[in-house]
């Protein structure tokens, strides 16, 4: 199987011959242009053999001119959709049109992007999300801006060629994490917008990457996509065995990406096996369930790799 093949064969729950990995962390790239951005990725994703070419998005949301935060509820009336036109967009776009390029038609091509409230506070400042959850009236109108903005932005991804999106939501965080939040609270702010932009997704293999700790996963029963990504070794949130007898749809996940800078290799080693072991192999991408630290030793990172492919040759013998 080339790596789109497996790629496709394990969402779609085939037979596969050997899992799928895919690893990912950022290169504090949003001062380099896209290209050279693409450039670090296809090293990256070569020295590893990774089966999914997983970029990060490191450039962000443009605010309006002179705007570094919300000083008032009102500044929020000034976020208006952006145009596609800006940097921000086309260095990514340059990003992947250079990567494909680069790594040719069999390798698939996975980007990231974040729901529409993350888009703004992680501008803004997260501790402005109180003051958008207290002005409605306000935030309802930039949220739908910022919708307006991510499905311009998925439509180019289409046109690009892009195989998937990891599309990262906080709507699931429950109390006691700090940025837990309440039903209502999803409801009105997170779940509308959500809806709309992978409905615009369709076509693409949609990753929904439910961030964070302390989840409900209820949020997203109905929730169209194909393949779910969580912190599947933290306490608070469901294993991989007990997220299997809810679904049916492709589960990414198995490495702890805060541990993993430390693990010994035999540790890392057991988890992995652990994980495949926990879902019978099927329907299954291993993954971390979160951005792995750019400091990650290498030895780390060729023990995921050698550790798949000694369990795949184990397999097809």
Not at 81 to 96: C, D, H, I, K, N
Not at 192 to 204: F, K, R, S, T, V
Request: net charge negative; glycine share 6%.
């Amino acid at each position: 199987m080339n790596k789109m093949e497996r790629f496709h064969a394990a969402v779609a729950g085939n037979p596969v011959d050997r899992i799928p990995i895919t690893v990912w962390l950022h290169f504090v790239t949003d001062f380099v242009d896209g290209a050279e951005s693409a450039r670090l990725h296809a090293r990256f994703f070569r020295q590893y053999d990774w089966d999914l070419a997983k970029v990060i998005s490191d450039y962000r949301l443009p605010l309006p001119d002179g705007m570094e935060t919300f000083e008032s509820p009102q500044d929020m009336a000034r976020i208006r959709p952006a145009s596609m036109a800006e940097r921000t967009y086309q260095e990514q776009f340059r990003l992947l049109r250079v990567l494909r390029a680069d790594l040719g038609e069999d390798w698939p091509i996975i980007d990231t992007t974040f729901e529409p409230l993350q888009q703004i506070t992680r501008k803004v400042g997260s501790a402005k999300t109180k003051m958008i959850f207290d002005n409605p009236a306000l935030a309802k109108p930039m949220l739908e801006a910022l919708t307006e903005t991510v499905i311009a932005y998925v439509r180019e991804l289409k046109r690009i060629g892009v195989d998937g999106v990891l599309y990262s939501v906080f709507g699931g965080i429950q109390k006691p994490h700090p940025k837990g939040i309440d039903d209502a609270t999803f409801k009105e702010f997170m779940r509308p917008y959500d809806q709309a932009i992978l409905a615009e997704m369709e076509g693409m293999v949609r990753i929904l990457h439910v961030c964070q700790t302390h989840l409900d996963f209820d949020r997203f029963d109905d929730y169209p996509c194909e393949a779910l990504s969580w912190w599947d070794r933290h306490p608070s949130c469901p294993s991989l065995a007990e997220m299997r007898k809810r679904t049916d749809k492709c589960l990414v996940g198995g490495m702890d990406h805060e541990a993993i800078i430390d693990r010994s290799v035999p540790d890392l080693r057991a988890e992995i096996n652990d994980a495949i072991d926990q879902v019978d192999g099927h329907r299954f991408i291993l993954g971390p369930g979160c951005t792995i630290r750019s400091q990650v030793p290498q030895h780390i990172l060729n023990c995921i790799r050698t550790t798949v492919n000694e369990r795949g040759m184990k397999s097809a013998a």
